[in-house]
């Protein structure tokens, strides 16, 4: 099993352009959720989705967008990239939303200027 | 909304040390779980804990949940320089979402 797949590791955006980060799992996870993680703050809670067609928003929705079209997949789209979504994103996957620890990807570095 | 802190922030240890790092909700929680993230890594899952003033052990590693539900803490027991990394907490509650406290970023000097 590859776990959770997270594409692209590093990016560099220019204020105002979009851009998709991509998410997939084979563990059959029915719980998937995108986080940033920046300097002393922990893991945010971006979106969240419980399972296919059902999506929802966390602690710090604004600017990304997400959809769950299958089990397989949950990618995160930022829309007009801005300094402040500088940040390291990960996408974690569970068999539910508690009760089960989480199995994150390797993150994706974004930096935008 | 449910908040979760950790102390302390940094930690810094001579090898075989040991170290302790305290994670405080500020509701009851139904579980609570640990996670250790390596520098420049992914957080991995360590442990989940469900019980009142449960204790578990994973060789060095101890785990324990509050009488109250509301606290945890994880010690490490003489430490290596393999331990590394920061320690995060996370309290959920049925049906919620796991809420990530801070972390605290141990490190260890051979």
């Known amino acids: 099993n590859a776990g959770v797949t997270q594409t692209p590791k590093f990016q560099v955006l220019k204020t105002g352009q979009s851009m998709t980060l991509q998410c997939a799992q084979d563990m059959n996870h029915e719980y998937m959720s995108w986080y940033r993680q920046d300097p002393g703050m922990g893991l945010r809670l971006i979106h969240y989705s419980v399972g296919a067609g059902i999506t929802d928003q966390g602690e710090v929705p604004n600017g990304y967008n997400v959809s769950r079209s299958t089990t397989e997949d949950f990618p995160l789209r930022l829309l007009s990239a801005a300094p402040s979504q500088t940040s390291v994103y990960f996408c974690a996957s569970s068999y539910r939303t508690t009760g089960y620890g989480y199995t994150f990807g390797s993150g994706t570095r974004l930096t935008v200027v | ?110």
């Open chain 2, 1 to 110: 909304g449910q908040q979760v802190m950790q102390i302390p922030q940094y930690q810094h240890v001579q090898e075989g040390e040991d170290f302790t790092t305290y994670c405080n909700s500020s509701t009851t929680l139904s579980n609570i779980q640990w996670y250790k993230q390596r520098p420049g890594g992914h957080p991995v899952f360590l442990i989940q804990l469900v019980k009142s003033g449960e204790v578990k052990k994973q060789k060095r590693l101890t785990f324990q949940f509050g009488e109250a539900k509301k606290n945890s803490s994880l010690h490490i027991t003489a430490t290596q320089t393999t331990d590394v990394g920061t320690y995060f907490c996370a309290g959920g509650n049925y049906g919620q979402n796991f809420v990530f406290g801070p972390g605290t970023r141990l490190s260890v000097l051979p």
